[in-house]
């Protein structure tokens, strides 16, 4: 891996009508022909990524979208798609090419408002507007936001907009993985069994975050399986000051740790570092009011091939199942494909949303707090059904 991962990015977002040079200004950013332009309406039909780095904002994700003025059945599905991108947007920019009626524009200014999402309002063709000043002063007047004049075909005021949206994004406050578990000279043991869901020849992305969070923070690291750890720990001068370990064997560590050494999972790091911890605790302990009859929705952020002993699809059905029997139903819905309607469950278990930015997990937190739907993850539900959620590190 050379670059950084997506879910550690700033997404920011390209909305406006169709034909206004939304992916004419994706180009220009990235001084590449990422997405296709045209003249014809609606050339954009699915929301376009692309990851670079803009300075002085770091790494960042452009998402390309469909018009959200498309019309017909097609295009209210391809407005449907634009709208789910509110949930990853870290920032926004609302493109407009025109003065005449922006009433859509506002809806959704009104929408990014709601969602405290910042906005950079961009002012386009700029080479083909005939007074410049007086469509700068009439969009200012209709939004309350003074917009950047650009021409994305000619490349012009690319700059100014780079400046704008550093402006907007503001201070970005990177927070630490293992926040206060673990500070500079502490003794780190990582447990980390490899078990088929491990890409062959890497460590899954949660593990390399870690060790690159610890080293960061200058701390000595031991990495171990579970057949492992007791000679690890045995090679050790003085117990580890904490235990970082794959949930799936949680109990199996718990069992085996020095009393002294604070102990916590990838997954609960996950937790504390891209949603509401607190509400994810809570819905782990709302496990003890599911019934026989209950629903459960189990939530995957990456998609892949199950295989045999998958954590999510397996692993934690298996556990709920023994306590409350087979009838309990598990929906399994992955990546980006989450239901609108959580009515209909009991409880949502996530998992550690690695391959998600923060934006979109606390989204998702969000809408199930709105439904009424406890949500917890994969870790803090492991270490509740297994008696030791209490005895668990927090990070802050």
Not at 56 to 67: R, V
Not at 171 to 191: Q, W
Request: hydrophobic share 40%; proline share 5%.
């Amino acid at each position: 891996m050379i670059s950084a991962p997506q879910s550690l990015r700033r997404h920011i977002a390209i909305f406006g009508r169709r034909n206004v040079g939304k992916s004419s200004l994706l180009n220009a950013l990235t001084g590449q022909q990422v997405a296709i332009v045209s003249p014809l309406a609606g050339t954009t039909t699915d929301p376009v990524n692309r990851a670079m780095e803009i300075n002085p904002l770091g790494p960042c994700l452009l998402i390309d979208t469909a018009g959200f003025d498309d019309e017909g059945e097609v295009g209210e599905l391809r407005n449907r798609r634009t709208g789910k991108v509110l949930d990853q947007t870290d920032l926004a920019m609302l493109v407009v090419d025109q003065v005449d009626d922006l009433s859509l524009e506002k809806q959704w200014l009104g929408e990014l408002n709601r969602l405290e999402i910042p906005v950079v309002v961009v002012l386009n063709k700029i080479d083909v507007i005939e007074d410049i000043n007086d469509a700068l002063r009439q969009v200012t007047a209709i939004f309350g936001i003074e917009p950047v004049a650009i021409s994305a075909s000619r490349k012009e005021g690319i700059e100014r907009l780079r400046d704008a949206l550093a402006k907007a994004a503001g201070h970005d406050e990177s927070t630490s993985l293992t926040g206060d578990l673990a500070n500079a000279g502490d003794s780190v043991m990582l447990v980390m069994p490899q078990d088929p869901q491990a890409p062959k020849g890497r460590l899954i992305l949660p593990q390399v975050q870690t060790i690159r969070d610890l080293l960061d923070k200058h701390c000595l690291v031991t990495c171990c399986d579970v057949s492992t750890m007791v000679a690890s720990l045995d090679a050790m001068k003085e117990p580890p000051a904490l235990i970082v370990t794959d949930s799936q064997v949680f109990r199996q560590v718990y069992d085996k740790k020095p009393s002294v050494s604070k102990l916590t999972s990838f997954s609960v790091l996950m937790a504390a570092n891209k949603g509401n911890v607190e509400e994810l605790i809570a819905g782990a302990q709302a496990i003890d009011s599911l019934t026989p009859q209950s629903r459960v929705l189990i939530a995957e952020a990456c998609t892949h091939a199950p295989m045999s002993e998958d954590i999510g699809r397996v692993k934690i059905p298996r556990l709920i199942r023994q306590r409350y029997g087979e009838s309990i139903i598990f929906d399994i819905h992955a990546g980006k494909d989450y239901p609108t309607d959580l009515s209909s469950y009991d409880l949502i278990i996530h998992c550690g949303a690695c391959m998600f930015n923060r934006k979109l997990m606390l989204s998702r937190i969000d809408r199930a707090r709105q439904q009424g739907v406890p949500i917890t993850n994969y870790g803090l539900a492991i270490a509740h059904l297994q008696g030791i959620l209490g005895m668990v590190a927090i990070p802050k």
